[in-house]
Structure formats: structure tokens, C-alpha cells
């Protein structure tokens, strides 16, 4: 079976911090994602990776960052935590067998004070 | 706006009732997805329909596509409490890079009554 892992679970940072969050993938896919997940706003696209060092910004790129420096690995960074970044944050894979099926993380939430 | 919206928002049945959603889209796919999500756990796939197919079986899950209309339903039937979930639609968005990404509608949330 796939896995995508997220590092954090639970995650509560402060206005102005750095944050990292991390994801691995297990099935060797070109392709990783991250989206971040509001009530009534469903899942929105914020950057994805189709491969080592390669990114492209989503529909919401605005105070993130995105690193992929290997291929199992995919973090996000939030350079400089605000409070309207509270959320679920989703990291998900594709690619190889697996066509355009996406595989998801068990998601982070973060909440910024 | 986004690409996929389903209809309705949430839905409630009594366990053993069929289940119907709908999804709307506005521009042309290459394939459409639907997914499920437990509460507060990622989504998990269940079934894509490429735009020449116009019908697909999988289990309980029936997934209709309508491309003239744009619109795609996904059917559980004989539903079960362990059903209660929300349920996304997600379309091919075709970037200048070769991995496709999807855009996700803003999902039906079911409960499904024992």
C-alpha cells in the first residue's frame, strides 16, 4: 500500500515563527502535492513538486514556500506564521502505476495564536 | 471559483437508502475522480471515469459522466453507517509540467442513520 507521512499531527505556533512541515512517500511517485483544507472552502491547491528541485505554484502559493530536495520528500514552509494560516494542511503523491490517482496524507493541523 | 462543486452540500439518509451526489464542472477534463474523507483524516481515492467513458461500477459506487452537461454523479447504494463521510469530486487540470494536478470541489458531507 501507498503511505504518504505527514511528521506533525498536531502543530500550534506563533505569530512571526517559522514552521516546517514535512511529508514522505513510500511508492517512489514524480509527483507531491500540498493542499491545505477550510470549512466551505474544500481543498485548495497551495504548491506541487513533479520532481527533485521542480515546484509549481498552486491557486494559493501566497506566504508559502515549498522544498524538494529528494524524491520521497516534500516540505512545506511557512516563512512567517499568520494567524489566517490555520488549517488543515493535506500532502499527497502521484505518479508511476498509480496514474493520476492521488494518494493523501493523514493531514496536519496547524493552528497559529 | 473552483473547478468541481458538488451538490448537495450534505445529505442524510436512514442505512439501506441510496445515496446521490452530483458535481459540477467548467472546463474540459481529462478524467474525473471522486474521493472520500473521514473526519479529520486525509482523502482516500474511489473511483475515476475517463471523459469517454460515461458510466463506472465499483463495488456499492456507481459514477456517472456527462461531459455535454459537465457533470458527473456518484450513487452509493444500499448505504451503511460506515458510509458517513464527505465525498469530493476532483478534476485533471493540466499544467506546463508533467504532473497533472487535480482540483477539488468543496465536497457533500453524508450521514448515513443507523
Known amino acids: 500500500d501507498v503511505k504518504v507521512t505527514q511528521s506533525s499531527r498536531y502543530l500550534v505556533k506563533r505569530t512571526g515563527e517559522k514552521v516546517f512541515l514535512e511529508c514522505v512517500q513510500d511508492m517512489d511517485h514524480e509527483n507531491m502535492f500540498w493542499y491545505r483544507q477550510d470549512p466551505g472552502l474544500g481543498l485548495r491547491l497551495i504548491y506541487f513538486s513533479y520532481d527533485v528541485k521542480m515546484k509549481e505554484k498552486g491557486d494559493i502559493p501566497e506566504g508559502y514556500s515549498v522544498s524538494r530536495e529528494k524524491k520521497e520528500r516534500f516540505s512545506l514552509i511557512l516563512e512567517s506564521a499568520s494567524t489566517n494560516q490555520t488549517s488543515m494542511y493535506l500532502c499527497?503523491?502521484?505518479?508511476?502505476?498509480?496514474?493520476?490517482?492521488?494518494?493523501f496524507g493523514e493531514g496536519s493541523w496547524l493552528t497559529v495564536v | 471559483s473552483q473547478q468541481g462543486e458538488e451538490d448537495p452540500q450534505a445529505l442524510s439518509i436512514q442505512e439501506g437508502e441510496n445515496a446521490t451526489m452530483n458535481c459540477s464542472y467548467k472546463t474540459s477534463i481529462n478524467n474525473l475522480q471522486w474521493y472520500r474523507q473521514n473526519s479529520g483524516r486525509g482523502l482516500v481515492h474511489l473511483i475515476l471515469i475517463r471523459s469517454n467513458e460515461r458510466e463506472k461500477h465499483s463495488g456499492r459506487l456507481r459514477v456517472t459522466l456527462d461531459t455535454s452537461k459537465k457533470s458527473s454523479s456518484l450513487l452509493i447504494t444500499a448505504s451503511r453507517a460506515a458510509d458517513t463521510a464527505s465525498y469530493f469530486c476532483a478534476t485533471d487540470k493540466e499544467s506546463k509540467a508533467a504532473g497533472n494536478k487535480l482540483t477539488f470541489g468543496g465536497g457533500t458531507r453524508v450521514l448515513v442513520k443507523p
Open positions: 499527497a503523491s502521484s505518479g508511476g502505476v498509480s496514474g493520476n490517482t492521488i494518494y
